[in-house]
């Protein structure tokens, strides 16, 4: 199971697009956002501080989870998720 989510600014509102986290935990770790986003092709990405507090790349505000949900990802789509990445 997957579980999708996105992460949001604080201060200047702007968000960074959704991830899929391969995870059947009810909410995602700091490391498996981490890697979701480094996994990510184009878009923007959070600036990681040194105590693993995700960053704005616009305004250098905190981040937060705003939004995330659990996904069921089909073989077919995963197909389709790793061609499209």
């Known amino acids: 199971m997957a579980l999708r989510a996105e992460l949001y600014c604080y201060f200047c509102g702007h968000g960074l697009g959704e991830v899929l986290v391969p995870t059947s935990a009810r909410r995602p770790t700091v490391e498996q956002l981490r890697a979701a986003y480094e996994k990510l092709g ?3 990405h959070p600036i990681w501080n040194g105590s693993d507090q995700p ?3 616009r ?3 905190q981040l937060f989870l705003e939004r995330f949900e659990h996904e069921v990802v089909r073989s ?3 197909r ?3 061609r499209a990445s």
Do not use: I
């Open 80 to 82: 389709a998720l790793k």
């Open 42 to 44: 184009g878009g923007e």
């Open 76 to 78: 077919s789509e995963r």
């Open 59 to 61: 305004c250098g505000g």
């Open 55 to 57: 960053l704005c790349p």
